[in-house]
């Protein structure tokens, strides 16, 4: 290791929380340098992490693709619109995503060359001292490098399930299932949170019939019950099957597919499918990137202890993204890295974690920000609901999407917003718009007292305000005359 170079700041991880710490430390201007082993299906250089290349964004492309081809088989002629002989090929279809894929890989790479970030492809240690040790991805000898600041954005990767080994064919992970080279006729989607909801939306509009298994009891705990409920009713009757309260305890490959055995409150059983995606959450990829002696922590999951605002045991080093707490969110990542270059660089700077939306990216899509009113209750925190339903939204109508509602949670005194819920088209957009409330400390009355254009989707929200002070227009409430 007889190279040496040296930066104001080293981050380690080329994803949406890694790229983006680089370019606004860059900005700033501080001398930086991105160090990133991803590559894509080609074996070649791609930075963006997991989130570009085997995740957000080829996933997206995927769910919109497959909800073109569902249209255009089962929904034109509701338009007026007839079409005949409409067929999938699929292999064009991935093509498409891996272009997408690429074009955007590609405009990182563009931006660190505009910021002035120095992109290394290679593994990286984290060593004492502030030291990082870099074995490069191609032959050549490994080097230190070494900083005043090290920003450690390591990224996720997918866990496996003891019972249902990878194998790469008949059993995938998240990664896998969006490179099927053929739709299968049955296949077991093992887990029914947000990655196994949308990888199973996808190849259920393709023609596949899809069964998600989660030991859970219900579909995604964590969001409003209510919601959770209705979605689960339109997805069901959109043709995905659901065994809740069911685990998988074994496994055994069959000629052309996998027997699943299964354990239920009713007993055991057996299932056979062709395919199988395991989606059973993901962890922190940090397995060899700490030395024993560079001081960081990890926790019992091998996440990296941080503070609140990232810095980690090691007085200039901080840790970001989905290798340390909190969720295993892009946007959240992203907003971490400004924080910490912000930081760095001497400025002032926080991450307001109570108003980081989530979203599914299914059909109808699910968004939320903010408290549910399970959490609200079992804090003892009072409050007060407005709700609206999109089958009362003009646009929705017209545009022949208005299953879903929208609910606004207030709290009881201040009126300030507590959380905003929605089920419904386009929601992964209008939940910014609830964001930008909360982030102000907004009130149910701010959201009533604002103009929203007419006929949107958007107006929805607007109603669900209004509904949280009685007012309501376009909704009828019981009793009233």
Same mark, same amino acid.
């Given at each position: 290791?007889a190279?040496?170079e040296?930066y104001? *700041?080293?981050?380690?991880g080329g994803?949406?929380?890694?790229?983006v !710490? !680089?370019?606004?430390?860059a900005?700033?201007?501080?001398k930086?340098a991105?160090?990133?082993?991803g590559?894509?299906e080609?074996g070649e250089?791609s930075?963006?992490?997991?989130c570009?290349n085997?995740?957000?964004?080829? @996933?997206?492309?995927?769910?919109?693709?497959?909800?073109?081809?569902? /249209?255009?088989v089962?929904?034109?002629?509701?338009?007026?619109?007839?079409?005949?002989?409409?067929?999938l090929d699929?292999?064009?279809?991935?093509g498409?995503?891996?272009q997408?894929?690429?074009?955007l890989?590609g405009?990182?790479?563009?931006?660190?060359? $505009?910021n002035?970030?120095t992109?290394?492809?290679?593994r990286?240690?984290?060593l004492a001292?502030k030291?990082?040790k870099v074995?490069?991805?191609?032959?050549?000898?490994?080097?230190?490098?070494s $900083?005043?600041?090290?920003?450690?954005?390591?990224g996720s990767?997918?866990? +496996?399930h003891k019972?249902v080994?990878?194998?790469g064919?008949?059993?995938?992970?998240s990664t896998? $299932?969006?490179?099927l080279?053929?739709?299968p006729?049955?296949?077991a989607?093992?887990?029914?949170?947000?990655?196994?909801?949308?990888?199973?939306?996808?190849? &259920?509009?393709?023609?596949?019939?899809v069964?998600l298994?989660?030991?859970?009891?219900?579909?995604l705990p964590m969001i409003?019950?209510p919601?959770?409920?209705?979605a689960q009713k339109?997805?069901q009757q959109?043709?995905?099957?659901f065994r809740?309260?069911?685990?998988?305890?074994g496994?055994?490959?069959k000629r052309?597919?996998?027997?699943l055995?299964?354990?239920?409150?009713?007993g055991s059983? %057996? +299932?056979?499918?062709? /395919?199988?995606?395991?989606? =059973?959450?993901?962890?922190?990829?940090?397995?060899?990137?700490?030395?024993?002696d560079?001081?960081?922590?990890?926790?019992?999951?091998?996440a990296?202890?941080v503070?609140?605002?990232c810095?980690? $045991? *090691?007085?200039?080093?901080?840790a970001i993204?989905?290798?340390?707490?909190?969720p295993?969110?892009a946007?959240?990542g992203?907003?971490?890295g400004?924080?910490?270059? +912000?930081?760095?660089?001497?400025?002032?700077?926080e991450?307001?974690?109570?108003?980081?939306? @989530?979203?599914?990216y299914?059909?109808p899509?699910?968004?939320w920000?903010?408290q549910?009113e399970?959490?609200?209750?079992a804090?003892?925190?009072?409050?007060k609901?407005?709700?609206?339903p999109?089958a009362?939204?003009?646009r929705? &109508?017209a545009?022949?999407d208005? %299953?879903g509602m929208v609910?606004v949670v207030?709290d009881?005194? @201040?009126?300030?917003v507590l959380g905003?819920?929605?089920l419904?088209?386009?929601?992964?957009?209008?939940?910014?718009?609830a *964001?930008?409330t909360?982030?102000y &400390?907004g009130?149910?009355?701010?959201?009533?007292?604002? =103009?929203?254009?007419h006929?949107?989707? %958007?107006e929805s929200?607007?109603?669900? !305000?209004?509904d949280?002070l009685g007012?309501?227009?376009?909704?009828a409430?019981?009793?009233?005359?």
């Open positions: 290791m190279d040496t040296s104001d *700041v080293i981050v380690i994803g949406p929380a890694g790229y !710490a !680089a370019i606004r430390c900005q700033l201007g501080l930086s991105c160090i990133d082993a590559v894509d080609q250089r930075l963006g992490g997991t570009l085997v995740g957000c964004i080829p @996933s997206k492309a995927l769910l919109s693709s497959s909800a073109l081809y569902e /249209q255009s089962h929904h034109l002629t509701e338009h007026g619109i007839k079409t005949s002989g409409v067929t699929l292999k064009q279809m991935m498409r995503k891996q997408v894929v690429k074009e890989t405009g990182i790479a563009a931006l660190f060359k $505009a002035g970030v992109s290394i492809a290679g990286a240690q984290l001292d030291q990082v074995v490069p991805l191609e032959k050549g000898r490994s080097k230190t490098l $900083a005043q600041q090290i920003i450690l954005a390591p990767q997918p866990n +496996e019972q080994p990878f194998d064919k008949r059993v995938v992970d896998g $299932a969006l490179s080279s053929k739709v006729k049955r296949l989607v093992i887990g029914a949170g947000v990655i196994g909801l949308e990888l199973g939306s996808v190849w &259920r509009r393709l023609g596949a019939e069964v298994i989660d030991i859970c009891d219900g579909l409003d019950k919601m959770a409920r209705q339109l997805y959109q043709g995905l099957n809740f309260g069911c685990a998988v305890v496994s055994k490959a052309g597919g996998i027997e055995q299964l354990e239920t409150k009713q059983e %057996s +299932e056979t499918f062709d /395919q199988v995606i395991v989606a =059973v959450g993901r962890s922190p990829t940090t397995k060899g990137l700490l030395s024993k560079c001081g960081v922590v990890l926790d019992k999951r091998g990296i202890e503070d609140g605002q810095r980690t $045991a *090691v007085d200039g080093i901080y993204g989905d290798a340390v707490r909190g295993m969110l946007h959240k992203s907003e971490e400004v924080m910490v270059a +912000e930081l760095i660089a001497g400025h002032h700077a991450v307001d974690y109570g108003t980081i939306p @989530s979203v599914v299914t059909e899509e699910i968004a920000c903010g549910t399970a959490e609200l209750k804090a003892d925190i009072k409050y609901v407005g709700s609206f999109f009362a939204n003009g929705a &109508r545009g022949g208005s %299953s609910k207030a009881a005194k @201040s009126d300030r905003v819920h929605m419904g088209p386009h929601v992964s957009e209008l939940i910014g718009q *964001v930008n909360m982030a &400390r009130s149910s009355e701010d959201l009533a007292l604002t =103009v929203f254009a006929p949107t989707l %958007s929200l607007h109603e669900a !305000a209004l949280v007012n309501a227009i376009h909704k409430r019981p009793g009233k005359r």
